[in-house]
Protein backbone atom coordinates (compact mmCIF):
# COMPACT_ATOMS: atom_id res chain seq x y z
CA UNK A 1 0.00 0.00 0.00
CA UNK A 2 0.78 3.52 -0.54
CA UNK A 3 -0.85 6.43 1.23
CA UNK A 4 -0.63 9.22 -1.14
CA UNK A 5 -1.94 11.82 1.13
CA UNK A 6 -0.44 12.05 4.82
CA UNK A 7 0.47 14.91 7.18
CA UNK A 8 3.36 13.39 8.74
CA UNK A 9 4.58 17.06 9.68
CA UNK A 10 1.97 17.11 12.15
CA UNK A 11 3.17 17.95 15.96
CA UNK A 12 0.47 15.13 16.99
CA UNK A 13 3.27 12.81 15.53
CA UNK A 14 6.53 13.81 16.50
CA UNK A 15 6.83 12.44 20.30
CA UNK A 16 7.12 8.44 18.56
CA UNK A 17 8.04 9.64 14.94
CA UNK A 18 10.49 7.02 14.49
CA UNK A 19 8.41 3.60 16.37
CA UNK A 20 5.15 5.20 14.15
CA UNK A 21 7.33 4.81 10.84
CA UNK A 22 8.48 1.45 11.55
CA UNK A 23 4.93 0.24 12.22
CA UNK A 24 3.49 1.51 9.13
CA UNK A 25 6.68 -0.27 7.05
CA UNK A 26 5.46 -3.70 9.47
CA UNK A 27 2.19 -2.86 8.32
CA UNK A 28 2.83 -3.40 4.54
CA UNK A 29 2.92 0.50 3.72
CA UNK A 30 5.61 1.26 1.40
CA UNK A 31 5.71 4.81 0.93
CA UNK A 32 3.54 7.74 2.41
CA UNK A 33 3.46 10.66 0.83
CA UNK A 34 3.96 14.42 2.71
CA UNK A 35 1.37 17.07 1.50
CA UNK A 36 2.76 20.85 2.18
CA UNK A 37 0.13 23.36 3.49
CA UNK A 38 1.30 26.69 3.06
CA UNK A 39 5.30 28.21 3.40
CA UNK A 40 4.81 27.76 7.65
CA UNK A 41 5.12 24.18 7.18
CA UNK A 42 7.82 23.65 4.17
CA UNK A 43 10.52 23.50 6.83
CA UNK A 44 8.36 20.70 8.75
CA UNK A 45 7.27 18.62 6.02
CA UNK A 46 11.50 18.64 4.85
CA UNK A 47 12.32 17.82 7.92
CA UNK A 48 10.19 14.76 8.37
CA UNK A 49 10.81 13.54 5.16
CA UNK A 50 14.51 13.90 5.71
CA UNK A 51 14.41 11.66 9.00
CA UNK A 52 12.65 9.28 6.94
CA UNK A 53 15.43 8.09 4.19
CA UNK A 54 13.54 8.46 1.44
CA UNK A 55 10.22 6.75 3.12
CA UNK A 56 8.53 10.10 3.49
CA UNK A 57 8.22 11.70 -0.08
CA UNK A 58 7.27 15.63 -0.13
CA UNK A 59 4.86 17.76 -1.50
CA UNK A 60 4.46 21.56 -1.84
CA UNK A 61 1.50 24.01 -1.97
CA UNK A 62 -0.68 26.46 0.34
CA UNK A 63 -3.95 24.38 0.91
CA UNK A 64 -7.46 26.88 -0.09
CA UNK A 65 -8.16 27.48 3.35
CA UNK A 66 -4.42 29.39 4.45
CA UNK A 67 -5.17 31.73 1.51
CA UNK A 68 -5.43 35.26 3.68
CA UNK A 69 -3.70 38.57 3.56
CA UNK A 70 -0.25 37.55 3.01
CA UNK A 71 -1.50 34.50 0.13
CA UNK A 72 0.53 36.33 -2.47
CA UNK A 73 4.27 36.28 -0.40
CA UNK A 74 3.30 32.50 0.27
CA UNK A 75 3.08 32.29 -2.69
CA UNK A 76 6.11 33.70 -3.58
CA UNK A 77 7.99 31.69 -1.00
CA UNK A 78 6.32 28.50 -2.36
CA UNK A 79 7.50 29.06 -5.60
CA UNK A 80 11.31 30.33 -5.00
CA UNK A 81 11.72 26.23 -3.19
CA UNK A 82 9.86 24.81 -5.60
CA UNK A 83 11.47 25.91 -8.68
CA UNK A 84 15.02 25.98 -6.65
CA UNK A 85 17.72 23.64 -7.97
CA UNK A 86 17.47 20.75 -5.64
CA UNK A 87 14.03 20.77 -5.23
CA UNK A 88 12.45 17.21 -4.01
CA UNK A 89 9.33 17.80 -4.24
CA UNK A 90 7.44 15.22 -6.37
CA UNK A 91 4.00 17.07 -6.31
CA UNK A 92 2.04 20.49 -6.38
CA UNK A 93 -0.20 20.01 -3.20
CA UNK A 94 -2.48 20.67 -0.67
CA UNK A 95 -3.93 22.89 -3.25
CA UNK A 96 -7.74 23.83 -4.41
CA UNK A 97 -10.86 25.66 -3.37
CA UNK A 98 -12.65 25.74 -0.29
CA UNK A 99 -15.67 27.85 0.12
CA UNK A 100 -16.97 25.65 3.72
CA UNK A 101 -16.52 28.11 6.69
CA UNK A 102 -15.32 31.20 4.77
CA UNK A 103 -15.56 33.27 1.36
CA UNK A 104 -13.74 36.36 2.07
CA UNK A 105 -11.06 35.07 -0.06
CA UNK A 106 -12.84 33.27 -2.93
CA UNK A 107 -11.39 35.09 -5.55
CA UNK A 108 -7.65 34.44 -4.02
CA UNK A 109 -8.08 31.30 -3.70
CA UNK A 110 -8.86 30.95 -7.18
CA UNK A 111 -6.15 32.91 -8.33
CA UNK A 112 -3.54 30.64 -6.42
CA UNK A 113 -4.90 27.47 -7.38
CA UNK A 114 -4.37 28.74 -11.49
CA UNK A 115 -1.05 29.33 -10.19
CA UNK A 116 -0.21 26.42 -8.99
CA UNK A 117 -2.04 24.53 -11.63
CA UNK A 118 0.11 26.32 -14.02
CA UNK A 119 3.53 25.69 -12.26
CA UNK A 120 2.77 21.51 -12.09
CA UNK A 121 2.45 22.10 -15.87
CA UNK A 122 5.78 23.52 -15.86
CA UNK A 123 7.57 21.72 -13.62
CA UNK A 124 5.65 18.06 -15.05
CA UNK A 125 4.11 17.46 -11.81
CA UNK A 126 1.07 15.88 -10.59
CA UNK A 127 -1.26 17.82 -8.03
CA UNK A 128 -2.83 17.01 -4.99
CA UNK A 129 -6.33 18.65 -5.11
CA UNK A 130 -8.74 20.08 -2.09
CA UNK A 131 -12.18 20.64 -2.96
CA UNK A 132 -14.60 21.43 -0.35
CA UNK A 133 -18.41 23.35 -1.01
CA UNK A 134 -16.32 23.98 -4.23
CA UNK A 135 -17.26 21.76 -7.27
CA UNK A 136 -18.00 23.49 -10.30
CA UNK A 137 -15.49 26.48 -9.85
CA UNK A 138 -12.68 23.64 -8.93
CA UNK A 139 -13.84 21.52 -12.36
CA UNK A 140 -13.86 24.61 -14.27
CA UNK A 141 -10.58 25.99 -13.42
CA UNK A 142 -8.76 22.08 -13.94
CA UNK A 143 -10.61 22.43 -17.18
CA UNK A 144 -9.47 25.62 -18.19
CA UNK A 145 -5.89 24.78 -17.25
CA UNK A 146 -5.59 21.05 -18.99
CA UNK A 147 -6.95 22.43 -22.19
CA UNK A 148 -3.20 24.23 -22.99
CA UNK A 149 -1.53 21.21 -21.12
CA UNK A 150 -2.45 17.91 -19.57
CA UNK A 151 -1.89 17.82 -16.09
CA UNK A 152 -1.75 14.59 -13.70
CA UNK A 153 -3.39 14.58 -10.43
CA UNK A 154 -5.46 13.45 -7.34
CA UNK A 155 -9.11 14.45 -6.05
CA UNK A 156 -7.85 14.35 -2.52
CA UNK A 157 -10.65 12.78 0.18
CA UNK A 158 -13.22 12.55 -2.76
CA UNK A 159 -16.72 11.83 -1.77
CA UNK A 160 -18.83 13.18 -4.04
CA UNK A 161 -21.26 12.42 -6.32
CA UNK A 162 -21.13 10.03 -9.21
CA UNK A 163 -21.56 12.23 -11.88
CA UNK A 164 -18.54 14.38 -10.44
CA UNK A 165 -16.57 11.08 -10.04
CA UNK A 166 -17.01 10.37 -13.70
CA UNK A 167 -15.83 13.84 -14.91
CA UNK A 168 -12.89 13.62 -12.52
CA UNK A 169 -11.74 10.74 -14.37
CA UNK A 170 -12.50 11.97 -17.77
CA UNK A 171 -9.50 14.55 -17.25
CA UNK A 172 -7.50 12.05 -16.34
CA UNK A 173 -7.51 12.43 -12.57
CA UNK A 174 -7.68 9.92 -9.63
CA UNK A 175 -9.91 9.49 -6.87
CA UNK A 176 -8.42 9.57 -3.26
CA UNK A 177 -10.10 6.86 -0.91
CA UNK A 178 -9.62 7.29 2.42
CA UNK A 179 -11.65 6.59 6.13
CA UNK A 180 -14.92 8.45 5.05
CA UNK A 181 -16.04 4.83 3.32
CA UNK A 182 -16.19 3.19 5.85
CA UNK A 183 -18.20 5.74 7.84
CA UNK A 184 -21.89 3.95 8.19
CA UNK A 185 -23.72 6.23 5.79
CA UNK A 186 -21.29 7.02 2.95
CA UNK A 187 -22.52 6.99 0.03
CA UNK A 188 -19.72 6.45 -1.62
CA UNK A 189 -20.65 2.48 -1.38
CA UNK A 190 -23.28 2.60 -3.39
CA UNK A 191 -21.60 3.47 -6.85
CA UNK A 192 -18.03 3.71 -6.34
CA UNK A 193 -18.00 -0.05 -8.59
CA UNK A 194 -18.96 2.30 -11.29
CA UNK A 195 -15.21 4.38 -11.78
CA UNK A 196 -12.30 1.17 -12.83
CA UNK A 197 -9.93 0.28 -9.68
CA UNK A 198 -7.76 2.21 -12.19
CA UNK A 199 -8.48 5.57 -11.38
CA UNK A 200 -8.58 4.91 -7.28
CA UNK A 201 -5.28 5.43 -5.21
CA UNK A 202 -5.25 5.15 -1.02
CA UNK A 203 -4.98 7.79 1.32
CA UNK A 204 -5.40 8.86 4.80
CA UNK A 205 -5.36 12.37 5.47
CA UNK A 206 -3.35 11.70 8.91
CA UNK A 207 -4.16 12.60 11.71
CA UNK A 208 -7.40 13.26 10.85
CA UNK A 209 -10.14 10.86 8.91
CA UNK A 210 -9.59 8.09 10.68
CA UNK A 211 -11.52 4.23 9.68
CA UNK A 212 -13.92 2.57 11.45
CA UNK A 213 -12.88 1.73 14.04
CA UNK A 214 -10.75 4.14 14.81
CA UNK A 215 -12.75 7.23 14.44
CA UNK A 216 -12.09 9.73 16.41
CA UNK A 217 -8.20 8.95 17.02
CA UNK A 218 -4.96 9.60 15.64
CA UNK A 219 -5.04 8.25 11.97
CA UNK A 220 -2.14 6.07 10.40
CA UNK A 221 -1.12 4.93 7.28
CA UNK A 222 -1.06 1.08 8.40
CA UNK A 223 -5.21 1.93 8.89
CA UNK A 224 -5.19 2.15 5.32
CA UNK A 225 -5.84 -2.11 5.87
CA UNK A 226 -9.62 -0.98 6.92
CA UNK A 227 -10.35 1.29 3.51
CA UNK A 228 -9.19 -1.88 1.48
CA UNK A 229 -11.84 -4.32 3.25
CA UNK A 230 -14.71 -1.95 1.97
CA UNK A 231 -13.41 -1.40 -1.36
CA UNK A 232 -12.34 -4.92 -1.38
CA UNK A 233 -16.56 -5.91 -0.80
CA UNK A 234 -17.37 -2.91 -2.83
CA UNK A 235 -15.66 -4.51 -5.95
CA UNK A 236 -16.14 -7.76 -4.58
CA UNK A 237 -12.29 -8.59 -5.21
CA UNK A 238 -9.54 -9.25 -2.61
CA UNK A 239 -7.88 -7.08 -0.35
CA UNK A 240 -4.65 -8.27 -2.08
CA UNK A 241 -6.37 -7.20 -5.71
CA UNK A 242 -6.91 -3.61 -3.88
CA UNK A 243 -3.52 -3.26 -2.74
CA UNK A 244 -2.33 -4.23 -5.92
CA UNK A 245 -4.14 -1.87 -7.92
CA UNK A 246 -4.07 1.10 -5.52
CA UNK A 247 -0.09 0.78 -4.91
CA UNK A 248 0.51 0.78 -9.17
CA UNK A 249 -1.61 3.56 -9.63
CA UNK A 250 -0.34 5.45 -6.69
CA UNK A 251 3.40 4.22 -8.68
CA UNK A 252 2.32 5.68 -11.75
CA UNK A 253 0.58 9.30 -10.61
CA UNK A 254 4.06 10.24 -8.43
CA UNK A 255 6.34 8.26 -10.70
CA UNK A 256 7.80 6.07 -7.37
CA UNK A 257 9.97 3.81 -8.62
Known amino acids: ??????????????????????????????????????????????????????????????????????????????????FAPDSPYIAIGEIGLDYHFDTTYKAEQQQAFLQQLQWAQQKDLPVMIHSRDATQDCLDILREVQQAKHIDGVMHCFSGSLEVAKQIVDMGLYLGIGGVITFKNCHLKDYLNAIPLEHLVLETDGPYMSPVPFRGKRNESRFMHYVAEVLAEIYNVSIDTIDEHTTANAKTLFNIS
Not at 18 to 35: K, N, S, T, Y
Not at 52 to 72: C, F, M, R, T, V
Open 1 to 82: MIDTHCHLDDPVYQDDFDQLLALQQQAGVERILVPGVDATNIQAVSDVCLRSNGYLLPAIGIHPENIKDDWQDQMQTIHDHL
